[in-house]
């Protein structure tokens, strides 16, 4: 595409823009692993929307004379009520299980289109205007990458009390750097072109030029991308959990589940075993997912 | 010559990045509610005693005050005590805190220095395990792309990356420690108690070298100089260990400089699982106990070697690719 098409006919670039992330869709979607985690992924989220709420078995209800029952067909005394056994406290660990599933991937999620939100517009500021507020951002973001997040998050949430809102927050602010460092290079790259000079000389403000011509082409890429952050925020938000700093109890999320269900590991493997497996599970086949849409976005800027 | 002028250049930047991360923590934690001085003097204390204490630490100083006589100190290589660390080694409670004996109190330095070399075996046993599971099946991958050693490269980095560390510390711990009994698990008592924390470790990096070593394999292996290689008459396996091998090496080392502050997460974690007295270990209890000192340390000190390691890799990136240019 010319120079002059792309003055004459601003749609052109976002039609473009588009063409390009469809295609990333398609050839993602044709791949035997892409299906795999989507199939798998949506039987999870939909197992975890629907069952603690049709089964009507409340995850935090306790049973004493129920407890540490193990799951079906193993041990002695297991029950179809239960099918992956109870924990120290009788509660229902597939309830349990689901429901910290549900927190995971809101946490998962919310978190990671945070990070992209905050990542794109520093790195989106910072590769347009360049010079000493591309030095500025760019030096922060070397600081906050040198320093391990994991470390960060916890010691923003082990000296205050932590919370939904709170951990998305830290999780989030915590991450955004990488995309940061992304966005500014493509866009450095992006604004020297034809047609982003084409619009500032016919005086295009920078605001219209960054949120009109620039974002619609660039953000999309990263997006797909970002489908392998949600999943590494899921593990950072059970690693908070399991060290008490996530979701406080009694709500179950992986990472308490799991905290609990090591101190009875001896006697009754499956309380921290099986949350575990389905944190797993899903995480594997959104990584899955992930996976294919970054080898289709990779194929596609690689071939074109 | 050139290298003298990369490396001040790269030192210069490094000092400004440390110092922006003491900053950052510094202020970070002291802005952050929960107050260490509460958690020193007990529960139980009145107000005024706590307000006394921290005005004789200079603890109610304004922030940009007390981050100019830290940083001074800093500077001159004194990192500062620790809050709530007796000098003899053992971790004292809040309620234990005796004022008197200020002087008596840990070193952040000496703390750092006793744990960070545990910290480093397991890190480098942890990078030998990695590359030993990932250099096959990445390399394999890279050779055939498109075809299914490809494809299992692919789904054993998305389940290796899938597996959280310290669910799987906690299973493998069960599984090989207490039901097989081959490994050690908990604690330090030699080299033996390393190899399960840096499994684990092995298993959380892996996947991140595989993706990268199939990725260059397959960029390599589908260049000129390859197939001329092959009109040269050079084996298979000699293009694949001599041309091959050396130019996947870069992007290699270039991960490993951006994954090490992701290793140090992993530590972290691990440590904590498997009791293991290491850095993370002192990090997770110098949150928990609001030790400032300490934790700005290991921040400082962590920052650090996050920019030697990547100075080095830059380095040895242009010894092995004369090419680059830093």
């Known amino acids: 595409m010319t120079s002059i098409d792309t003055l004459a006919a601003p749609g052109g670039r976002r039609a473009e823009a588009r063409s390009i992330s469809s295609r990333i869709w398609r050839l993602a979607f044709a791949s035997v692993e892409f299906r795999i985690g989507l199939i798998v992924f949506a039987v999870l989220l939909f197992a975890a929307l629907l069952y603690p709420e049709l089964s009507g078995i409340d995850p935090t209800k306790m049973n004493i004379r129920a407890k540490m029952t193990p799951p079906l067909f193993m041990g002695e005394d297991w029950s179809w009520a239960h099918p992956l056994g109870t924990d120290q406290l009788g509660r229902d660990m597939l309830a349990r299980s689901l429901v910290g599933l549900r927190y995971s991937i809101l946490i998962g999620v919310t978190t990671t289109v945070l990070m992209l939100a905050v990542g794109a517009l520093i790195g989106l500021v910072a590769g347009y205007y360049g010079k000493s507020i591309d030095t500025v951002l760019m030096r922060l973001t070397d600081a906050q990458l040198s320093i391990p997040m994991i470390i960060l998050a916890i010691t923003i949430l082990g000296v205050s009390r932590p919370t939904i809102p709170s951990i998305i927050l830290v999780l989030g602010l915590a991450g955004w750097p990488v995309y940061a460092r992304v966005m500014r290079s493509t866009i450095m790259a992006e604004r020297k072109k034809e047609y982003v000079r084409g619009a500032m000389v016919l005086g295009a403000t920078d605001f219209r030029i960054m949120v009109l011509l620039l974002l619609p082409l660039v953000l999309p890429p990263m997006a797909f991308v970002a489908v392998l952050d949600v999943a590494r925020m899921m593990i950072f938000e059970s690693v908070l959990g399991f060290l008490g700093l996530g979701v406080q109890p009694p709500t179950p999320t992986f990472g308490n589940i799991i905290a609990d269900g090591r101190k009875y590991l001896l006697n009754a493997w499956w309380i921290a075993t099986m949350p575990g497996i389905f944190l797993c599970l899903t995480l594997t086949s959104i990584n899955l997912m992930g996976a294919s849409l970054e080898r289709a976005r990779n194929t596609i800027y690689g071939g074109a | ?326």
């Open chain 2, 1 to 326: 010559m050139f290298i003298l002028r990369f490396l001040l250049r790269r030192l210069a930047q490094g000092a400004l990045i440390i110092f922006l991360v003491s900053a950052l923590i510094f202020t970070l934690l002291r802005v952050v509610p929960g107050d260490p001085v509460r958690l020193m003097a007990g529960g139980m204390a009145p107000e005024a005693l706590i307000e006394e204490i921290a005005t004789e630490m200079g603890l109610r100083d304004p922030i940009p005050v007390q981050f100019t006589r830290y940083m001074s100190g800093v500077v001159q290589g004194d990192l500062g005590q620790s809050f709530v660390r007796p000098a003899n080694g053992a971790a004292v409670g809040g309620a234990s805190f005796d004022d008197s004996t200020r002087s008596a109190r840990a070193e952040v330095w000496d703390l750092i220095a006793e744990t960070a070399p545990k910290t480093i075996q397991l890190a480098c046993l942890a990078m030998v395990f990695a590359l030993m599971i990932a250099i096959p099946i990445g390399v394999w991958g890279g050779l055939h792309p498109g075809g299914w050693p490809d494809r299992i490269a692919l789904y054993c980095s998305s389940v290796f990356v899938s597996l959280p560390n310290f669910w799987l510390g906690i299973i493998l711990a069960l599984l090989l420690s207490v039901k097989l009994k081959l490994l050690p698990a908990i604690g330090y008592g030699g080299f033996a108690w390393t190899i399960l924390p840096a499994l684990v470790l092995a298993i959380e990096i892996a996947p991140f070298i595989i993706r990268s070593l199939t990725v260059s394999v397959a960029q390599i292996m589908g260049q000129n100089f390859i197939d001329i290689a092959g009109v040269r008459g050079l084996s298979r396996n000699q293009i694949i260990f001599r041309h091959g091998a050396k130019n996947a090496a870069v992007p290699l080392l270039n991960l490993l400089g951006v994954q090490f502050s992701m290793l140090l997460g992993g530590v972290l974690v691990v440590e904590f699982i498997f009791d293991y007295p290491g850095l993370g270990l002192l990090t997770i209890n110098a949150v928990m106990q609001r030790d400032f000192p300490l934790i700005q340390g290991i921040a400082i000190v962590t920052a650090a070697a996050f920019v030697l390691i990547n100075i080095v890799v830059d380095l040895l990136s242009t010894l092995i690719d004369p090419r680059l240019e830093y």
